[in-house]
């Protein structure tokens, strides 16, 4: 039983940090992306320019939708070999 609270305790802490920390990342799409651009201004002492911002953003979201539809796929080939249908 203390296995089981344990492992539920984990299972709850990981939900809560995973999204944290994905958001967080270098992706112009997330926080992270809007992080990193106002460190490139800092750095540069004026901002990137419009057209590159969207460039990047666009990217971005290329970025966000294919790892969705990788994870979903994934998903789906684990679940099939878990029920023993897959190869």
Same mark, same amino acid.
């Given at each position: 039983?203390?296995?089981?609270? %344990?492992?539920?305790?984990?299972?709850?802490?990981?939900?809560?940090?995973?999204?944290?920390?994905?958001?967080?990342?270098?992706?112009?799409?997330?926080?992270?992306?809007?992080?990193?651009?106002?460190?490139?201004?800092?750095? %540069?002492?004026?901002?990137?320019?419009?057209?590159?911002?969207?460039?990047?953003? %666009?990217?971005?979201?290329?970025?966000?939708?294919?790892?969705?539809?990788?994870?979903?796929?994934?998903? %789906?080939?684990?679940?099939?070999?878990?029920?023993?249908?897959?190869?």
């Amino acid at each position: 039983a203390e296995d089981g609270i %344990r492992d539920y305790k984990v299972t709850g802490v990981q939900t809560c940090a995973l999204p944290i920390f994905a958001n967080l990342l270098p992706i112009p799409l997330l926080d992270g992306g809007h992080l990193l651009f106002y460190a490139i201004e800092a750095i %540069r002492g004026y901002p990137l320019a419009q057209k590159t911002q969207e460039y990047a953003f %666009r990217l971005g979201l290329g970025v966000v939708i294919f790892l969705f539809i990788y994870a979903n796929w994934n998903d %789906r080939v684990v679940f099939k070999q878990w029920l023993g249908m897959g190869s």
